[in-house]
């Protein structure tokens, strides 16, 4: 992998995952969200990964509309590397998905390198109580969903978002996504430096064992030498411990209450800011330093943050 003295800490300051029931810390609002995503830049995040909720009852929302007022907000009193994601929520379309990265332009938009199953489904034996409907029932049916993430569906992304100079943050659950990318790779399609975030420990990708993370490793290693920046994303419990062997091993750490709602066992964590400063820490007691937005920038070869359209 490429390496550099520079350590980038993304924040994934919300996302589709988690619930409004589960945590009273998850930003909702956009108010709420440009808060988040300031304080977690604010605390060390070089990069924020973000989603937008309904402001209502915090179910996903992927119009651009939902975005623009924290995108705005983020841009006016900060210099932080805005990623957008192309995720969404596992029942959204894929035209539906690319709808904000294509509007807005984002240096970096996040991109799912494979169909896989995608179970929440077990959170219904933590949370049992739910102030929205939808809640209980988009857990419910993580039963039966596959997140569709097809070969037509990846390089619809790819060739959209490319052509406005947004580079991805590739998003790999499992080995099978890191052959996945390393077709497009081959093909010509995409360029590196890749920035490959390897997820684990969501039910239906790769678990959070310390051998999982080495074998990743290992595997984009071999497929990409030292053509890729390496991140990783433990969800849960696994997300400290994770994050430290990728410090550990010279690769980057995302972190936030879109991944995990907890700063250690038993405690649940008041903020996204909170999580980065636990991350830092890490960075820093191995005698590493934090990437500054610009550094991260460099790192990842981004187009900059004056060339976004927010």
């Known amino acids: 992998m490429k390496t550099s003295d520079r350590t980038i800490i993304t924040c994934a300051v919300t996302g589709a ?20 995503a300031l304080g977690a830049a604010e605390a060390g995040a070089s990069v924020v990964h973000l989603h937008a909720r309904n402001p209502q009852d915090g179910r996903p929302d992927q119009t651009p ?3 623009e007022p924290f995108l705005r907000l983020i ?16 029942w959204m379309t894929i035209e ?11 240096e970096v938009a996040s991109l799912n390198m494979g169909s896989m199953n995608f ?54 659950y499992d080995t099978s996504h890191l052959y996945n990318l390393h077709y497009f790779y081959r ?7 890749l920035f490959i975030q390897t997820v684990f420990g969501l039910m239906g990708g790769i678990g959070s ?44 750490i995302r972190v936030g209450l879109e991944d995990s709602l907890w700063i250690g066992k038993g ?26 937005p610009d550094e991260a920038r460099e790192i990842l070869a981004l187009k900059g943050g004056d060339a976004v359209a927010f």
Not at 24 to 32: G, I, S
Not at 96 to 106: G, N, V, Y
Not at 187 to 193: H, N
């Open 17 to 36: 995952i988690h619930t409004p029931s589960m945590s009273p810390h998850l930003p909702v609002t956009a108010q709420e969200i440009a808060d988040a």
């Open 267 to 292: 405690r649940p964590a008041t903020s996204n800011a909170q999580q980065v400063t636990a991350a830092r820490q890490i960075i820093e007691g191995l005698g590493k330093s934090v990437a500054s």
């Open 209 to 252: 064992h310390e051998e999982d993370v080495m074998h990743m490793k290992r595997t984009a290693d071999r497929l990409f030498g030292d053509d890729y920046v390496w991140s990783v994303l433990g969800a849960g419990a696994a997300q400290l411990r994770i994050a430290a062997m990728s410090a550990a091993m010279g690769g980057n």
């Open 119 to 172: 179970g929440l489904f077990p959170m219904l034996k933590r949370y049992t109580e739910f102030r929205h409907e939808w809640e209980r029932e988009a857990l419910e049916a993580s039963r039966d969903l596959v997140f569709r993430n097809s070969y037509a569906d990846i390089e619809l992304a790819l060739t959209t978002l490319t052509a406005s100079g947004t580079r991805f943050e590739f998003e790999c």
């Open 187 to 193: 093909e010509g399609v995409v360029k590196g430096p």
């Open 96 to 106: 539906e998905r690319l709808k904000p990265a294509a509007t807005w332009k984002p």
């Open 75 to 90: 841009r006016q009193q900060s210099d932080v590397v805005v990623n957008l994601t192309t995720g969404g929520a596992p």
């Open 65 to 67: 509309e939902a975005f």
